[in-house]
T-cell receptor, first 115, second 116 residues
């Protein structure tokens, strides 16, 4: 069965410093992996996705993530945090090889950006 | 492309009442999903449709929950005899069939339900 573990429930950074949000996955086959962002009282917006092409995936707003099969990780990074990045971030896995593309969400990481 | 639209955005109801949420997916998306998100948790899969056919239901979807997509376009999620534990945000999402458009699933802004 698939599962996603987000290692930090809260991360706080200063504006202009790097962001690292950690995610590990468990899957019996090569998964598709995503990062979604959710701003307060808003829906989920796709930041980036990995679907077995390049292992370094670039997304919107300067975010990127690297798929490391040996570590079963898909950490999200950004070189320089902006105040507008404050939100909740979800690491997500999907079974594209199966009958559905049902998404399995992690529990989320709340990113705070200090001025 | 106007995105996935959900209404109402917020609903407060008394325990025992029935509520219905509507979702309008992105046009030409043949897959439609419902998820539930409680405070402090990630969204959990409830059910999904391929056109008008409901192809999978989670065990989270008790007998009090029913979802329909009668013409393969918009969908409704009805909760009968609401309980306080039903308080959550109900998210709708849509996508095209696998292997087209990168399989991206697009979410609406959600419908908040508070049962008092």
């Amino acid at each position: 069965a698939q599962s996603v573990t987000q290692l930090d429930s809260h991360v706080s950074v200063s504006e202009g410093t790097p962001v690292l949000l950690r995610c590990n996955y468990s899957s019996s086959y090569s998964p598709s992996l995503f990062w979604y962002v959710q701003h307060p009282n808003k829906g989920l917006q796709l930041l980036l996705k990995y679907t077995s092409a390049a292992t370094l995936v670039k997304g919107i707003n300067g975010f990127e993530a690297e798929f490391k099969k040996s570590e079963t990780s898909f950490h999200l990074t950004k070189p320089s945090a902006h105040m507008s990045d404050a939100a909740e971030y979800f690491c997500v896995a999907s079974n594209y090889g199966g009958a559905t593309n049902k998404l399995i969400f992690g529990t989320g990481t709340l990113l705070a950006v200090q001025p | 492309d106007t995105g996935v639209s959900q209404n109402p955005r917020h609903k407060i109801t008394k325990r025992g009442q029935n509520v219905t949420f509507r979702c309008d997916p992105i046009s030409e998306h043949n897959r439609l999903y419902w998820y539930r998100q409680t405070l402090g948790q990630g969204p959990e899969f409830l059910t999904y449709f391929q056109n008008e056919a409901q192809l999978e239901k989670s065990r989270l979807l008790s007998d009090r929950f029913s979802a329909e997509r009668p013409k393969g376009s918009f969908s409704t999620l009805e909760i009968q005899r609401t309980e306080q534990g039903d308080s959550a945000m109900y998210l709708c999402a849509s996508s095209q069939t696998q292997y087209r458009s990168g399989n991206t699933i697009y979410f609406g802004e959600g419908s908040w339900l508070t049962v008092v």
